[in-house]
């Protein structure tokens, strides 16, 4: 399925919100080392971590194909994506 540039940027962007979302839960809660979480915190940081990876996952994948579909390297559409993501951010 080809994807569009924006649909990258915004994969990306939900990638970046989800990895926000779990090193605040990490801030929050403290090194599970140092702090026995509590079973809920747990699973949310858990489900919150799987997110995030899956989220990540799907984005590498779709810049991989959009790169191979336009005879592209992935690193270069990559940091075209990320100045994107930025750019919106500041707007």
């Given at each position: 399925?080809?994807?569009?540039f924006?649909?990258?940027?915004?994969?990306?962007?939900?990638?970046?919100?989800?990895?926000?979302?779990?090193?605040?839960?990490?801030?929050?809660?403290?090194?599970?080392?140092?702090h026995e979480?509590?079973?809920?915190?747990?699973a949310?940081?858990?489900?919150?971590?799987?997110?995030?990876?899956?989220l990540?996952?799907?984005?590498?994948?779709?810049?991989?194909?959009?790169?191979?579909?336009?005879?592209?390297?992935?690193?270069?559409?990559?940091?075209?994506?990320?100045?994107?993501?930025?750019?919106?951010?500041?707007?």
């Amino acid at each position: 399925m080809p994807h569009a540039f924006e649909e990258l940027v915004e994969k990306q962007r939900a990638a970046d919100q989800a990895h926000q979302q779990v090193d605040e839960l990490r801030h929050a809660y403290g090194p599970p080392t140092e702090h026995e979480w509590t079973k809920q915190q747990t699973a949310t940081y858990e489900t919150a971590l799987r997110a995030w990876r899956d989220l990540d996952r799907d984005v590498q994948s779709a810049l991989a194909q959009y790169a191979k579909e336009r005879g592209r390297s992935r690193p270069e559409v990559q940091t075209e994506v990320e100045s994107a993501v930025r750019r919106t951010e500041h707007q």
